[in-house]
């Protein structure tokens, strides 16, 4: 659900296997990073709470995960 948020190169760097990694948000519209790396499930679900509160970020499209390596 939240591999599309995913950047396109980590994804092609790393494979497909998502579910256990770490992942932080990173949004290139307003500057947001997340305080610590976390499990795709919440770093997805905070990624979307930041995108819902603030439009201008949604609008852009440059909000995305960043996995970190093992």
């Not at 307003?30 to 679900?45: N, R």
């Not at 603030?54 to 093992?70: I, S, V, Y």
């Amino acid at each position: 659900m939240y591999v599309k948020y995913i950047k396109k190169e980590w994804l092609r760097k790393y494979g497909e296997y998502v579910s256990g990694g770490l992942y932080s948000i990173i949004c290139e519209t307003c500057g947001y990073t997340s305080e610590s790396p976390q499990l795709i499930e919440h770093a997805g679900k905070e990624l979307e709470s930041h995108l819902s509160n603030k439009p201008e970020c949604n609008a852009q499209k440059r909000t995305f995960l960043k996995g970190f390596d093992h």
